[in-house]
């Protein structure tokens, strides 16, 4: 006989006391209606238990009255359900006003006490200062006509002492509930403010990192540019000196139009601006256009390229994102790579997934720098050959990775070199060409 498991029943719990809270709703908002759930849910199956047991000891009008006790909290239930928040919280309250206060005048069983707790319910679920005003003097007003009107109508049959004991004793109880559950959201509220300011405020430092370092590369260069341009408009700067400095000026503009793109298009991402349109693409031309990209940064450093990207492999992604991914992975691997080395870009196909690696010999990643690798508080390091990145490269390389629904994994040793691989879904020839022909027809 397999073995009780009280999951199940954790899991549908939770499910009813989540209804109507949607993501992305406001926190209060969320918690007031997990409030409203918790109070409707316990009082289901009780109703149920006494509308059944006084119809069978003839109390019919009370068996009515919790049989409506009942519809109302599965109308509590409903209303959440359809994103009716206000109208589920006036169902609750004034419907519960109205049948406590006809109970306890007709059968005297302890129900004015749980005009109690509508008197929190109310404080608690709503910030409107004069519908919170209306609904306390109505309360008040129906507990005090309840306990100070000796009405007992003649031909009711009136509620056992225990049932009017364990009414009285469940409202008493729930205003200690009510509060605890409300202490412990303020609790949780405060936590997640003191995360989401110290989350911004370290946002903010390595945004002033990142804008300080990217005004560095961009300070250097053009300074250089607009000095030997004032040079040469003076004629300071001879023809041939102009052209020697010409090649240095190229590589500085190059690598600064670069850490410009990347900024642009992280700046882009912070703002919700990016936007992932996937296509099914061969890899292989992306690639080879990206090389040529770096021809003079691979012939600087005198490189060996070696390609292994088959023509049949195709990408399902955004071909715009996946070109920024390469280009800053081959651009780090010239960067880090010693002169006369060796850089191998490959892809595979395994199963629904094609994996693109870029490999270089150049100087790895120490093991301190691993954990820091793709975020804002990595330093910047130096390639071989002079060069200085921002280290948003790898960031966007990430998110872009992420926004393709793909994986990022990368392998280094010091002194022996690096392996990055892009893990992303694989696409299909007959797919992109299905799709040319809609857009021909079109």
Sequence with gaps: MPAFSPYP??????????????PGMPFIEARRTKLLNLLALPWVPLMLIFCIINAFQGR???????????????????????????????????????????????????????????????????????????????????????????????????VPVPRIVFNVACALLFPILALSYFKQVHADYQQEMEAKRQALAALN????????????????????????????????YTEGNMLEASEELYKKVHHLGGSIDNMLRWSMGQMRG??????????????????QMFVPGIEGKSLHVTQDLPEDIYLYADREQVAVILRNLV???????????NIHVAASQSDSTVLITVRDEGTGIA??????????????????GGERGSGLGLLLCLEFTNLNNGELLVKSHPGEGTVFTVILPAGSAGAKAQNEEEEDDF
Aim: charged content about 15%; hydrophobic content about 45%; aromatic content about 12%.
């Design 205 to 236: 430092r390595d945004k002033e990192k990142l804008f300080s370092v990217i005004a560095h590369d961009i300070r250097g260069p053009l300074a250089t540019l607009e000095l030997l341009l004032d040079m040469f408009r003076k004629g300071e």
């Design 274 to 291: 990016i936007r992932t349109a996937p296509e099914h693409f061969p890899p292989a031309p992306l690639a080879d256009e990206i090389l």
């Design 60 to 158: 019919y009008a009370l068996s009515l009255l919790n049989g409506l006790n009942v519809a109302s909290c599965f109308g509590v239930f409903w209303f959440h359900h359809r994103q009716r928040y206000l109208s589920a919280r006036l169902l609750l309250i004034v419907y519960s006003i109205v049948l406590y206060t006809i109970t306890a005048l007709l059968y005297r069983n302890g129900a004015e006490y749980f005009l109690l707790n509508i008197l929190i319910v109310t404080t608690l679920v709503y910030d409107n200062k004069r519908l919170i005003a209306a609904l306390s003097l109505v309360t008040i007003s129906a507990f005090m006509i309840i306990h100070f009107t000796g009405l007992n109508p003649p031909g009711t049959l009136q």
């Design 331 to 341: 651009s780090n691997a010239i960067k880090f790579s010693h002169p006369g080395g």
């Design 367 to 384: 093991p301190e720098k691993m954990g820091e690798l793709f975020s804002l508080r990595t330093i910047p390091s130096y390639g071989t």
């Design 9 to 22: 029943f954790l899991t549908m719990f939770r499910r009813i006391v989540n209804t109507g809270v949607r």
